[in-house]
């Protein structure tokens, strides 16, 4: 096997700037208050400003009751909060500091976009175990597989709740081909999906030999007798759903 080098050229006269589309600053000492941990607030509010959005203010209202050097915080719940992209983008401020057992995206409106921002945001600074994304139709392909490939690499995350998204013949198979391989997940809710027919067999398919999930909660999906059945014989395969 031969060996090459490898180098990277840049053509004179082009100016990094025009190369680099943007960037996010460390936390700046600036930042850190007498107790030497992170003033997310300050953080969170100027990256809005960078961005050129109004910060959350429910947000904000959960960030101003951090009072000690722990970072944490039981729910981060910006449920019925609208998040657009830039919104999503801002989030890293908090994300990559904070530390959280929930994350509640729950009716966020969020598109592509913005969903596939949060997802990478959870999958490189790992600041939950629990994700909440319910009431969340307009994701499209882009955002499930942004998802799909979350559930591969994090893992740390032991709970999501997809109830009422978007999920139909194209994104079905993403979110079961993953759940085949997920090792770490233990509870999923997809109620209100219209799991039916074809979209059964893909979730019976995904989970047949997936070794932990433990609670399946599929409420409100009109299954029909051959459903229950597909359902039936999930439940022979695989020991571990309850």
Known sequence: KQWYQRRV???AGVCFRNIIAD???PVPVSHINEEGYANVPDAYKE???KLRVRPCQKLLDQLEGLHDSTLKLDTIDLKGTR???AHCEALEAVLRVLRAQTLNIEQTQLDDDGAISVFEMIE?????TRLIVANNVRMGVRAWLALARLLKRFHRLEYLDVRRTSLDESTMPLLCRVLKLNCTLRVLHLEDNHLSGILTRN???????NPLLQDLY???NKLSPEDAK???SLLVTNRTIR
């Open 47 to 49: 990256l809005c400003d």
């Open 83 to 85: 998040l657009d992209s």
């Open 230 to 232: 597909l359902l039936g």
């Open 218 to 220: 599929l409420g409100h």
């Open 23 to 25: 960037f996010v600053e």
């Open 203 to 209: 979730l019976v398919w995904g989970l047949r030999t």
């Open 9 to 11: 050229a840049i053509t």
């Open 124 to 128: 490189y600074y790992e600041p939950i």
